[in-house]
């Protein structure tokens, strides 16, 4: 299995996530971290439905609504160059388990213009925790989630699964 | 009783609705018109947790969720004068009962710069549909939001309530 | 040439785009459009360096700043179906040349859900007038974006190019 | 001078601001973050056009382009507790200057529900660094940003104005 298909993704920078003064706004780039996980969940075979609520009327059938929320409690950024509008981006992405309810992720923007080499752009991080969500009581996570942790500490060379 | 604190509302554009262009982002126009949409019923006097859905831990003791859910089905803005970062907006709403089971809302934004004349800068239109969550089936308005309509049209000197 | 790479295009509901109704929040579906213009121009060969503005520091090299700014004077949505988290959808565009001067796209989203028809969940349309920046005075569109339009209007088998 | 008009503000929690979980949808704090930190500025005094760039064409008469960027270099922020449509929210602002180029601002949101006690939400963050457009190398603070600073400064019982 490759790794580069759910831990290495891409995005174009497109002309409403810019700002006045020409470059992306900067908010925008924790919406894309957000996004760049549900997408590695997804190419990793994790459904959206089994982790995300949705409006009950939608939800497959015979699927139950997850039993398991995963909060951002913390979230950053650092900014290292500008990107503008048609800006190609490679994403890459590193899960890491913090502990039996908690887990973040790390993401890396490198720029790929055309002529230029590769260039980090930016840095984001979230950092998840799992809770009832009826309770708002920490719980474990969810195993699909388990799952896509233990294969990115593989992939990454790190952590062994257990 | 004024018609000016809930039909009348006022807005500065920010730096993130603008884009590369300098100017505000179109459809960040629509999301201004849901906001005031929102900051009128609150105005008038209806509680969010009567109308909008919300996290169940987080519902106000004794308050039922809304048995009805109000989905736009239509929105459209059309753009007369460039925003840019700063500019103060003068926003009048004018909410109209289409049937008994839906409504639109019109929004007309003045832009009103220190030393120069209002002028209209954009309108926005959204129409939303009383729907029972569950079924999707059509349903009534909800009682808060008739008494809204009638207020809005008694105060446009329009249709009488009934 | 296949119109498929220009024309039809596709994207997953995220979770940001979601509200707490559960459901799609109706003002991300025109985000949603301007980014389906962008990478329709971007795939049938227009470098948005040629058409959207950008801070001058990060122009590419040789290229000079587009004479001619396409802001939307123009915009509206409608939706049939709701759209949950993860949702598949397929965009269709219908670029339209109005006037020398101005342009539509026409947007089509069908939602493709595994194990289900795909059935139409709601259709955009942003109406763009050539302008140059400076004087706000209208103008002929950009050659590259008549072309774009050209070919939509060859691959839809309408008005055949000039 | 009463330090709250420009260094406490107020928003409501609205629905668009919401994801399928019922809840705040995280990045959307880091969005209301810089709009805290325009809005101090306005409210301190200083007009959007001197700090923020603009479409050239909508300047105000006799004013020129701010001759500085200041770019957000790092951002982070913490979550507390789920913040619901609806929800007012008081957000204290700490503005600190870091060197003759660069300062950061600290935001407190606390929410502020009728009938409970003020609680802590979120804590946010944003590092600003002051940048010549045109080379992107760093320079001094613009003046009106620099009087703020000192004013936070000195409304903080902090550090004193040089």
Chains 1, 2, 3, 4 share one sequence.
Not at 23 to 39: D, I, S, T
Not at 57 to 62: F, K, L, V, Y
Not at 118 to 126: C, E, I, M, Q
């Amino acid at each position: 299995m490759h790794s580069d298909n759910w831990l290495l993704l891409h995005r174009t920078v497109r002309f409403g996530d810019t700002d006045a003064a020409g470059v992306m706004h900067f908010h925008q780039l924790l919406r894309w971290c957000h996004e760049a996980y549900e997408e590695s969940l997804e190419a990793f075979g994790v459904a959206p439905a089994c982790v995300f609520p949705m409006a009950a009327a939608d939800r497959p059938a015979g699927l139950e609504a997850p039993a398991v929320a995963l909060p951002i409690v913390h979230c950053s950024a650092d900014f290292r160059r500008p990107l503008v509008c048609g800006d190609p981006l490679v994403i890459e992405l590193e899960p890491v388990r913090l502990d039996p309810g908690s887990f973040e992720v790390r993401y890396r923007f490198q720029r790929v213009r055309t002529g230029e080499e590769p260039v980090d752009a930016a840095l984001g991080l979230t950092r998840h925790l799992a809770i009832e969500p009826a309770s708002r009581l920490r719980c474990s996570l969810p195993d699909p989630v388990q799952r896509w942790l233990e294969a990115a500490a593989v992939a990454s060379g790190g952590i062994r699964p257990v």
